[in-house]
Structures are given as C-alpha cells and as structure tokens.
C-alpha cells in the first residue's frame, strides 16, 4: 500500500534529511496534508487510511525525528485532507472534505466539508462540519474517475483567530460546481453561514 514519510532540508533544499516514517503501524497511507508550526518543531500529517478512508493524524513536536498517530474517526465516510494551518498560538487546522461511496468511486448522499482542529498541540481534535452540500457534476475527461471533481477545500488564517474556509458544491445534486466562503472568528468553533 501507500505511505507517507516525512523528510526536510535545513539548507534551503540543497540537501534533505532521511525519510522517517510518520505512519507507525498503520496499514498504509493515501492522500496527505502536513502543517508545521512556525518554529519547526510541531508538524502534523493527515491522511486517510485503511478501513474504507478513515482520518488519521500523526505528530511530531521534536522537529519530525520521531512521531505518533491518532485514527481519528471510525465510520463508512471517506475523508480526504486538501489544507492545513498552524495558527500562532498553536491551534491546528485542517480542511478535509468526507464522502460515502456506493461501488468502487461512486460517490453517494452529501459531501461534508470538515474542520479538524486541535487546540491543545494534537492531544485532542474537534470534528466540525463546516458544511453539506451535494454531490457535483461527475468527472468525464479519460482516465479522471466519477469522484475527482467533487470535495475541495482550502483554510487560512488572515487574523490571530479567524479563519477562512474555502470549499465547493452544487446548489442542486449533480450540478456544477460553485466555490463558497465560511469564516469563523473563534478558532473553528463556530463558523459563519
């Protein structure tokens, strides 16, 4: 299967370190996001895993030599990380985007777009659906599968404690894509309409 290693350079990239592991004894790995703080030192790594796209986190606060994982959720939703920040205080974003398939990549139902956060330097994390919208327009280009076009997202941060959140949807089943904005000026407790 797949996995994620984490490497880095301390040269400007002229030269990277040994690749280390992130996924411990996970199965494997597939569709990465990584954070860092501004120091370096805390970095965090989403991915989805075994057991149909389960959310994963893994962490490292000594600059990526050694790191731990957390599976996140248990459930027939399959989640993808698209963006990740480390806000100045410390509070962890993700942005992730979860879908349920029927077949191999068909996708049914609504796309929930998430938040993850953790305000606690990865201790604990908060699930926060920030969104539902559904299903898009299916990919039909060669070789794109049903499900390319459908759950994208973004997150920044433009103020000590407001974020920005960025996703896509249809305003009707199978429709078009339309890009829409939330914001939140708690850290990703609560987020705008």
Do not use: M
Not at 141 to 149: E, I, M, R, S, V
Request: with cysteine; aromatic share 12%; proline share 4%.
């Amino acid at each position: 299967g797949f996995t994620t290693v984490f490497t880095k350079s301390t040269d400007r990239g002229a030269t990277w370190s040994a690749p280390v592991r992130v996924f411990g004894n996970v199965a494997w790995t597939d569709k990465p996001e990584v954070a860092t703080s501004a120091s370096g030192r805390d970095i965090y790594v989403s991915w989805n895993g075994p057991q149909g796209g389960d959310l994963y986190v893994g962490q490292s606060h000594d600059y990526g030599v050694t790191w731990t994982q957390q599976k996140l959720t248990d459930s027939k939703r399959y989640y993808y990380a698209y963006d990740a920040r480390v806000l100045s205080d410390g509070t962890v974003v993700f942005s992730e985007s979860s879908l349920q398939y029927s077949g191999s990549k068909t996708v049914e139902g609504e796309i929930w777009h998430h938040a993850i956060v953790s305000r606690d330097a990865g201790a604990t994390w908060e699930n926060v659906v920030v969104a539902r919208v559904p299903v898009g327009e299916a990919c039909i280009a060669d070789g794109c599968k049903p499900d390319f076009y459908v759950g994208q997202t973004s997150v920044v941060s433009d103020a000590p404690s407001h974020l920005v959140f960025a996703y896509e949807g249809p305003s009707t089943a199978n429709g078009p894509q339309q890009v829409y904005v939330s914001a939140s000026s708690d850290e990703g407790r609560t987020w705008s309409a």
